[in-house]
């Protein structure tokens, strides 16, 4: 019978998958170990064939994107009747993340992974993310400042001021830290300035900063913000009295775009100036509204449109056949991807021993997006569609595995349709819609990645500044940016790592504590976007039944 051949190819070519995946893993953890740095040629050569089916994938997302919403809009004959599945599309999308949130701060603050960790592991990973960021943001060290002072005979840089450029891009911060040894009667004290044009200085408000008066670190928290005028900025030091010495250090930070700069950006995120230049950077969003209002003139065209309607139901028939194709050579590629990665790590010396060091962060986010996958979207499922959530994730279990392989939602989204429409039964009415539009803003697992990283992040910082408390207030405004950066992520590998930024600033943390979570990020990155397309294929048939309805 068709129907059960049907279903015996799915279960083979998942059971192939997860074959080769398991493969990957053991021979990346044992490979290394029997064969040393001879083995760094067949990693190149598997990271090739990993990139070829990556590119394979990605090569047919934007069209597919466009055809399949067009062909959507010209299937539903009038662009109106898209208004009741957008809305609780949307409605679907908002609430399973700012339940993924929940349930990552509920699971972080339970297992408190922060708790155990050496505060020398702090230190060291403040300064490996603070080399990150400099990298990212293209500083160099001429924007650091720092004086020594001893006091007694070196006295003599009291008083001494120096001063930098801004780069232009971006907001920014000074963040100042004082190194105070000895107790002072006067505590140290640094003066941030600003100027235009670095001739006239004008003082900053709330640019003085002043150390305590016994010996420790003082660091300013959050940074200092400079306006976006700024373009030169001087620090005044006046070094502790009767201690026996101070250190002054201060750089700038990029600084924390406001709660209304970030809707701003979500807003324009909608729109593109250039059609093509949205396709060749993989910018779903702006692709898709063009689309719809593509489409939606298509549908008032009648007859004079037939040529073209026909053009865009073909293309999106045959891209979904080459989809198949890609299937086929899914076990291959995903072994390539997986085997090269872990291999990497493995070879660089990192794996196993992240896996000790970092084994409590990454229990905790493991365990929060099963938790989000098994308990809430699966009865969300089984609520709103009666659906068996073990056979809907059966059926969706390439799609799954080829997110976990890939780290990437947007690279996945030809298999999550081909999946959902061909294994699962889903309308191709709602995949086309629901799909590109939920991998691209919906993003369950990385919005529980946020929560809990920035949590955990604050956890371990509370160990080295004491001054630093988490209130409630404080994870209340972890949620609300966990869930904005989640939406602004983009559906590629590691994108959450960057809108963190946004969430750690928002709360006052040292953007530098990144390197607490950096060098697991790749790994973990792979269990989010696993939860992230399992969340838009749930979202596609819950939003299924309101076209039907
Ligand atoms: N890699 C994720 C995705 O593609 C985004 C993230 O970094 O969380 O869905």
């Not at 898209?82 to 603050?109: C, E």
Request: net charge negative; glycine share 8%.
């Amino acid at each position: 019978m068709p129907e059960s051949n049907k279903s015996k190819n799915h279960r083979h070519s998942t059971l192939y998958i997860v074959g080769a995946i398991v493969l990957a893993v053991v021979l990346a953890i044992v490979g290394p170990a029997l064969f040393g740095e001879s083995l760094r040629p067949v990693v190149g050569l598997l990271e090739v064939g990993g990139e070829v089916f990556l590119r394979m994938l990605q090569m047919v997302v934007v069209p597919l994107v466009m055809a399949s919403v067009m062909s959507g809009i010209l299937g539903l004959g009038d662009v109106r009747k898209l208004g009741r599945p957008g809305a609780y599309a949307v409605s679907y999308y908002l609430s399973t993340t700012i339940l993924a949130v929940v349930t990552g701060l509920i699971v972080v603050n339970i297992v408190n992974p922060g708790r155990g960790i050496d505060p020398a592991l702090v230190e060291d990973a403040r300064k490996e993310g603070e080399q990150t960021l400099a990298h990212a943001a293209g500083r160099n060290e001429r924007q650091r400042f720092e004086w020594h002072n001893v006091t007694g005979d070196r006295s003599a840089t009291a008083g001494e001021s120096k001063n930098v450029s801004i780069p232009a891009k971006g907001v920014w911060g000074v963040r100042i830290s004082i190194d105070q040894v000895g107790q002072a009667e006067t505590p140290a004290r640094a003066l941030v300035q600003w100027s235009e044009d670095g001739n006239e200085f004008d003082e900053l408000p709330d640019g003085e900063f002043v150390a305590g008066t016994e010996t420790g670190i003082y660091t300013t928290n959050p940074a200092i913000p400079v306006s976006e005028k700024v373009r030169f900025v001087r620090i005044d030091f006046q070094p502790q009295e009767g201690g026996t010495h101070s250190i002054v250090e201060a750089y700038l930070v990029p600084g924390a775009p406001s709660i209304g700069a970030i809707f701003r950006n979500l807003v324009l995120m909608l729109f593109t100036n250039n059609l093509l230049g949205s396709m060749v950077e993989i910018n779903l969003l702006p692709l898709i509204i063009f689309s719809i209002a593509f489409g939606a003139m298509l549908t008032t065209l009648g007859s004079r449109a037939e040529t073209i309607t026909s053009l865009v139901l073909s293309i999106n028939d045959a891209l979904m056949n080459f989809i198949l194709l890609l299937m086929k050579l899914a076990p291959l590629g995903i072994f390539c991807l997986v085997a090269a990665r872990f291999a990497r790590a493995q070879l660089d010396g990192q794996f196993l021993t992240l896996l000790k060091t970092q084994a409590w962060y990454m229990t905790s986010v493991i365990v929060g997006l099963s938790i989000h996958a098994v308990f809430t979207l699966s009865f969300l499922l089984w609520f709103f569609t009666r659906r068996s959530p073990w056979t809907f994730f059966v059926q969706m279990s390439q799609a799954i595995l080829t997110a976990f392989s890939t780290s990437s939602s947007t690279a996945t989204l030809p298999v999550t349709m081909e999946c959902a429409e061909k294994n699962a039964g889903v309308s191709s009415r709602s995949t086309e819609f629901v799909l590109p539009l939920g991998a691209t803003i919906n993003m369950d697992g990385t919005a529980l990645y946020e929560a809990a990283a920035a949590i955990f992040i604050a956890q371990a910082y509370a160990l080295t500044d004491p001054s630093f408390v988490l209130t409630f207030d404080k994870q209340v405004v972890i949620a609300i940016t966990a869930t904005l950066a989640a939406i602004g992520a983009a559906g590629i590998p590691e994108a959450g790592l960057v809108t963190m930024l946004i969430v750690l600033n928002a709360v006052g943390l040292p953007l530098e504590l990144i390197g607490l979570i950096l060098p697991i990020d790749w790994l973990l990155d792979r269990f989010r976007t696993a939860v992230n397309t399992y969340g838009d294929s749930v979202g596609a048939a819950i939003v299924d039944k309101s076209f039907t309805s």
